[in-house]
């Protein structure tokens, strides 16, 4: 589960708010490997009592943290990838690999310029200023296809 940004929203969880498990969500729901990596040399006896498993939290927040860095570039360096995430050259390559299982963006790996090409990828949050960026879409789509009908026409047109 990725799309987390509406449990921020619910009455229980918002009453929460300025409790460690609080801002522990609020990590998972809009922050990057660093603010966790933060938190926990903070609180690491509260993630251990919740029984969560500190190199499991790390893995999905380096997932997220890609998720951020995709959603804003369409190519991102293996040196990027490699400091973003914390992690060396030789655990890039099953990092990228399981980020790709999880679904969440199509990626293709270019080795010759150690760069990672990102060509979709799921949003962490879906608010407004993603509706937005959809209908905007939409309407060029739309736009596109009745350019595409009238050129058509026009052909049809010439050709009678």
Known sequence: M??????????????LEGEP?????TIFVTGKLN????????????I????????????KMRVLTF????????????????????IDEEQLETFIID????????IKLDQMNRRVVIST???????KPQWQQLGEKMEKWQRNLQLVR???????????
Not at 21 to 25: E, G, Q, S
Not at 150 to 160: E, G, S, V
């Open 2 to 15: 990725f799309l987390m940004d509406h449990l921020l929203t619910l009455k229980p969880v918002k009453f």
């Open 21 to 25: 498990i609080y801002k522990l969500l």
């Open 35 to 46: 603010d966790y990596v933060n938190f926990y040399q903070q609180n690491s006896a509260f």
């Open 48 to 59: 251990s009592s919740l029984g969560l498993s500190h190199e499991d939290c790390m893995h």
């Open 67 to 86: 998720m951020h860095i995709a959603e804003i570039n369409s190519e991102v360096s293996y040196e990027t990838i490699e400091q973003a995430m914390q």
């Open 99 to 106: 980020v790709v299982r999880t679904k969440v963006m199509h």
């Open 121 to 127: 990828t799921a949003h962490r949050t879906f608010s």
């Open 150 to 160: 009238n050129n058509l026409q026009t052909l049809m047109t010439q050709q009678t």
